[in-house]
């Protein structure tokens, strides 16, 4: 019996999901010598449909406590209610897209965890370039198309405390497949998701282990050098209010955007850019 066995999932079958299926990702993940903690049963499941993956594994957390596996990994091609940042909609039509929210158990406190958005996207980013993708990176957790700056994929990260004063983190990872919004990229039909799929967790898994050892500054170069708006003349809007003009200037250790004004230079944990047009309000 699947460990989610949430009433709002429906699990899938071979038929329904072909390519996709957890069988071919396990096997991805053996054959890529991934640690035990993704090999255990229960661990990795595909569900036909489902409201939110990042939902799902939040619950799954609050229902287990401190049985709460170090590891899992939950996909879907079907999300009906689905989120992204400030409480945004991202679903995820049949077959148009996929869906996928990866659990990690974390000894650090959440003040600790900057950065951590950050890093996903590096993950995300090689993993849609070993597909043949051209992507870079806008802070905190976009991945865009090289050619037209459009949105191709996006990283949610939330947070579920358990009882023994770990930390389970909810990655939750969107990839526009066909059929993407107006304005948003996609990548096109992928003939083996079932490696996209594990070449994303073992990128994660790669800077996720250098995180936890040394913070994020080891992995903050190369966020700069992905970053399309190195530079860039951009606005900081805190929902739908621009807070902050100036350029980037490039993040810090602790994964904060700097934004340089004539006066000086800010630090800002939060929020959305936008790129500015040189002489626009």
């Given at each position: 019996m699947s460990v989610f066995s949430l009433k709002m999932m429906k699990t899938a079958s071979a038929s329904e999901l072909k390519p996709l299926h957890r069988d071919a990702i396990v096997a991805a993940l053996q054959a890529r010598h991934a640690s035990a903690a993704w090999l255990l049963p229960g661990v990795v499941e595909v569900v036909s449909e489902t409201c939110s993956t990042n939902t799902d594994l939040l619950a799954y957390a609050r229902r287990?406590?401190?049985?709460?596996?170090?590891?899992?990994?939950l996909v879907t091609q079907n999300q009906t209610q689905g989120r992204g940042r400030h409480g945004r909609s991202w679903d995820c039509p049949a077959g148009a897209a996929l869906a996928l929210s990866i659990g990690l158990r974390s000894p650090r406190a959440p003040a600790a965890l900057g950065g951590l958005t950050l890093l996903?996207?590096?993950?995300?980013?090689?993993?849609?370039?070993?597909?043949?993708?051209?992507?870079?990176?806008?802070?905190?957790?976009?991945?865009?198309?090289l050619a037209t700056r459009q949105k191709l994929s996006g990283v949610l990260v939330e947070l579920q405390p358990l009882g023994d004063k770990s930390v389970w983190l909810v990655i939750g990872i969107g990839i526009n497949l066909d059929a993407a919004p107006a304005g948003a990229a996609q990548l096109g039909q992928v003939d083996d998701l079932a490696r996209l799929i594990t070449d994303i967790v073992m990128a994660l898994e790669q800077r996720y282990a250098v995180f936890e050892a040394s913070g994020f500054e080891p992995l903050m170069q190369e966020f700069n050098d992905a970053h399309l708006l190195q530079?860039?003349?951009?606005?900081?809007?805190?929902?739908?209010?621009?807070?902050?003009?100036?350029?980037?200037?490039?993040?810090?250790?602790?994964?904060?955007?700097?934004?340089?004004?004539?006066?000086?230079?800010?630090?800002?944990?939060?929020?959305?850019?936008?790129?500015?047009?040189?002489?626009?309000?």
């Open positions: 287990m406590g401190d049985r709460t596996p170090q590891r899992s990994l996903c996207g590096l993950a995300v980013k090689q993993a849609l370039a070993q597909a043949g993708a051209k992507v870079g990176l806008k802070w905190p957790n976009d991945v865009l198309d530079g860039e003349p951009v606005m900081l809007l805190q929902g739908e209010h621009v807070t902050l003009r100036g350029h980037f200037a490039g993040i810090n250790a602790s994964g904060e955007a700097l934004i340089q004004t004539a006066e000086q230079i800010h630090l800002v944990s939060a929020g959305e850019l936008r790129l500015r047009r040189e002489g626009k309000a």
